[in-house]
């Protein structure tokens, strides 16, 4: 069988398939092919041109070869669409290439690369910068998060404040309340994006089938063709969003299909409506549910 996704066949002018990718970073060849194919049309808005997208011969047994797609990527693409990956699978890639870079410099100048790379921006290579970039990046994700947490914490000193000044009959309970309400809300206001059935689903410790059946059995929803949709009576209150989900084909222009997201406003629309019923997601309740 044809082996082309071995790291040692790096080319010279610096570029990585989508095969040694997969390999550097762990992931399978499918899921990196699906990463690269959701950044490029980004890409392909900034840069005016498109990934190089090639073919490859593949044998099957008895003499018969199939066609495969993959792609071969600068540095600098590389490097973007490693923005997708996980934080480990992103630090093997940028290490893989200063190991490449610091290789070349290494076969110029005839002696070792020391690992203390010079500070001045006039001596730092494209791919030192990238990861300062990526560094920052991080480090704004890490302040954005703590940002959050003292807010949550703030929400839930003035929720205890206020509990304090209601009359000793009433304090108990209002107080439990605010507990439950808080406990699942803070969730939901922690992700302002819309979010599908499955994920809320999760927080019910139900399938996303049992969960839309579930809907369907309150009449929030009913299905028409091949999406859920809202009951008249709560359409046009922002509750769901239709995302367009892209089916990529190889070397072939994506398709679209439709998917009904719910808002964070129906997310806490559906917490008070199932609450109603007696249904509670998994944070609430005082033993774990059991998988459906």
Known sequence: MNNNNSISQITDNQTMTSMQIAEVTGKNHFDVLRAIRKMEPAWELEHKSKFACKVRSVETGCGAHKKLPYYELTRTECLYVATKFNDQARAKLVLRWEQLEKERLQGLQGSPISDNLPVDPRNMTRLQILQLALQAEEEKERLKAEKEELAIDNQKLEAENYGLMIESGEKDLKIQQLTERTAYLNVIMADRSTVTVSQIAQDYGMSAKTFN???????????????????????????VATRMIPIHHSCQPDTYRPLTAWTQAGRMF???SLKKHGVLPLIERNQPAIAQ
């Open 270 to 272: 559906l917490y008070d």
């Open 213 to 239: 059946e579930l809907l369907k059995g309150f009449r929030i929803q009913r299905r028409v063709g091949e999406q859920w949709i809202l009951y008249g009576e709560h359409l046009n209150k922002g509750y």
